[in-house]
């Protein structure tokens, strides 16, 4: 992505909505799931980005991150946590193997390769280890941000099941998210697919900040699936949280 969108990202992480539910969603699941008997469980967030949820992750454990993109690690570093640049695809990195949690939160929709970068970490967890993933969801809801962010792919359940065992790894939860804004999400995409057509302009980032009270509701709207996810899974949402053992 774009310098700009890091710089953005960054600054919005730490109140905007969706980051703070998301957020709050990714934790509880990794609460949940993290394996036990480690005094000091190692947590890699694989392609961190600015870093607020390796800030969050560190809560955990012993937390590090892993970030292809320069700007993003120099605002990562920023923060105070443990990140170190990499290339896409490399099969090294300078904190080891042994996870016990590795998290790719919003990454696989980028990456050309899924199931091999999958099978890449998979060999970097321990034997038990689990891996947390969230990526978008429904190739219809594809906006104008899908574009800007560089996707290449949103997911369904059932493919996202398909990818992570042909990785080979054991499924635990695979659930949608943010379900009760999916239908105002589906709005938008389609009257930005529809304006682009109509009227082609440069693309632009949805992100930006919103008025206190609106960002608020939202943010309570979407954290208020965490306690649900920790005994369903969802059958619809925009975006899919899944879980996979080593």
């Known amino acids: 992505m774009r310098d700009d969108i890091y710089d953005t990202t960054f600054e919005l992480e730490e109140r905007h909505w969706w980051y703070v539910a998301r957020r709050a969603i990714v934790l509880d699941a990794a609460k949940a799931w993290l394996p036990t008997g480690a005094a000091t ?3 890699l967030d694989y392609g961190c980005g600015t870093g607020r949820n390796l800030v969050a992750l560190g809560q955990l454990g012993d937390a590090y991150g892993l970030e292809p993109h320069p700007r993003a690690v120099e605002l990562a570093r920023s923060r105070g946590v443990r990140v170190e640049a990499t290339a896409d695809g490399a099969t090294e990195h300078p904190f080891g193997d042994d996870f016990d949690l590795i998290c790719m ?26 891996l947390l993933l969230t990526v978008p969801a429904y190739g219809w809801l594809w906006s104008a941000e899908d574009d800007v962010s560089h996707h290449l792919r949103r997911y369904t359940r059932p493919r996202l ?45 949805n992100l930006r900040p919103l008025p206190s009270v609106l960002n608020g509701v939202l943010r309570r709207i979407m954290a208020a699936e965490v306690p649900i996810l920790r005994h369903v899974d969802l059958p619809v949402g925009s975006s899919i949280v899944c879980v996979a053992a080593r």
Do not use: M
């Not at 499924?171 to 529809?194: D, E, G, M």
């Open 41 to 43: 469980p190692r947590i």
């Open 105 to 130: 939160l919003d990454v696989l929709e980028h990456v050309e390769h899924d199931v091999e970068a999958l099978a890449r970490l998979r060999s970097w967890l321990r034997p038990g280890g689990r």
């Open 161 to 205: 099941r398909s990818t992570v065992e042909a990785a080979g790894l054991s499924l635990c939860k695979l659930s949608y998210f943010n379900s009760v804004l999916l239908a105002p999400q589906a709005i938008v995409a389609a009257s930005q697919r529809v304006a682009r057509r109509i009227r082609p302009r440069e693309l632009r980032s």
